[in-house]
């Protein structure tokens, strides 16, 4: 009964957040419609796009679901605080 209530309470906060338009256009995660190759088209576009203007782009992946899993809370709260 709890796994089908939280996947109704997710389904409700996702309809909600696309409906006031709270993430900004390019962030893909979990949200309804958005696949990996809209992520990877967008980023191709932003690298030709600077190589037009003879610039160089770097990229910069963080996986922060492996690194807040090894995070000492109070330190994480502490320094978003400060």
Known sequence: MEKVLMAIIAEEITNLV????????NHFGGRPG??????????????KSAWQKDK?????FLDVEGAFSNAVTERVIHNLIR
């Open 18 to 25: 696309e409906k006031e338009n709270l993430l900004p256009k």
């Open 34 to 47: 958005c696949t990996t190759m809209d992520a990877i088209h967008l980023l191709v576009h932003h690298i």
């Open 56 to 60: 160089v782009a770097s990229i910069l």
